[in-house]
């Protein structure tokens, strides 16, 4: 994500006022709603000890959606008595919030602002995989691997002479990880997928992902569900939170640290 329309929160010192604001709601009721909501938030901002001009300039931008017919909601950044920033959100947030601070509260904003990430879900055994893609519009089946089949169970006998089979068992395990995160690269390069979920039991799953490029490790999250499992839409949903919380600290955290003197892309 570019990250440089933060810019005008970093140009100016706080204390910042950071508003976010739900627009989904579409009755006609809702100007008087709005209105309400206005008046709650800049109230909130002063209990946080905001100034009152930084309050009224809060509150006016907020009235000025009360007919406003945004899909589904609006973030607000103010300092000194002036809106510095106001952009529109690709989601409605949880709920409405104020926050007054040293610096502006941007988390929010790049987890609320950016598309929901299209995710490949593989579900690996010792046998291969199947892969399938979750995006907003469903879910899709993309792909399928199956590896060597045989041997692929351990013995339990600890004896010497079972030692080869041993031995064969883990390459058949080694080979057929290899050949899963080799397809599992292609088919997130073929989706664009910005999230893998790998489902399966702790080894098979780990062994998927030590195989994997180290460019796509940051994409990877191993989900705790045994082999055979199958990931309900809720299930991939909080993972997609997480994963969409956890990058959006990271790109606000590197984009602060370009912006240091010496840091890597000042200009």
């Known amino acids: 994500m570019d990250l440089a329309f933060l810019n005008p929160l970093y140009e100016h010192p706080g204390p910042w006022a950071s508003v976010y604001v739900d627009t989904s709601r579409h009755t006609e009721d809702t100007p008087h709603e709005r209105h309400l909501t ?40 103010a300092r000194a008595g002036e809106v510095v920033l106001d952009p529109p959100l690709a989601r409605a947030p949880l709920r409405d919030s104020a926050h007054w601070a040293p610096l502006p509260h941007t988390a929010p904003l790049l987890e609320l602002a950016g598309e929901d990430p299209v995710c490949v879900v593989a579900y690996v055994d010792r046998r291969g995989a199947a892969f399938e893609l979750r995006t907003a519009l469903g879910r899709q089946d993309v792909g399928t691997v199956t590896g060597r089949q045989h041997p692929i169970h351990r013995t339990s006998t600890v004896d010497w002479s079972e030692r080869h089979f041993q031995l064969k068992v883990e390459n058949t395990w080694e080979h057929n990880a290899a050949e899963i995160a080799d397809a599992l690269t292609v088919c997130q390069e073929e989706t664009r997928a910005d999230l893998l979920i790998l489902v399966g039991d702790d080894r098979e799953r780990r062994a998927v992902h030590e195989r994997l490029p180290r460019r796509l490790h940051d994409l990877v999250v191993e989900a705790p569900h045994g082999s055979g499992s199958r990931l309900l839409d809720e299930d991939v949903e909080r993972v997609r939170e997480e994963h969409v919380r956890q990058r959006a600290v990271r790109e606000v955290e590197r984009f602060l640290a370009a912006r240091e003197p010496g840091g890597e892309g000042r200009r």
């Open 38 to 77: 206005a008046r709650a938030l800049s109230r909130e901002l002063a209990g946080q000890g905001a100034d009152d001009a930084t309050c009224r300039a809060v509150r006016g931008a907020l009235e000025a959606l009360a007919h406003s017919s945004e899909p589904h909601g609006r973030a607000i950044f």
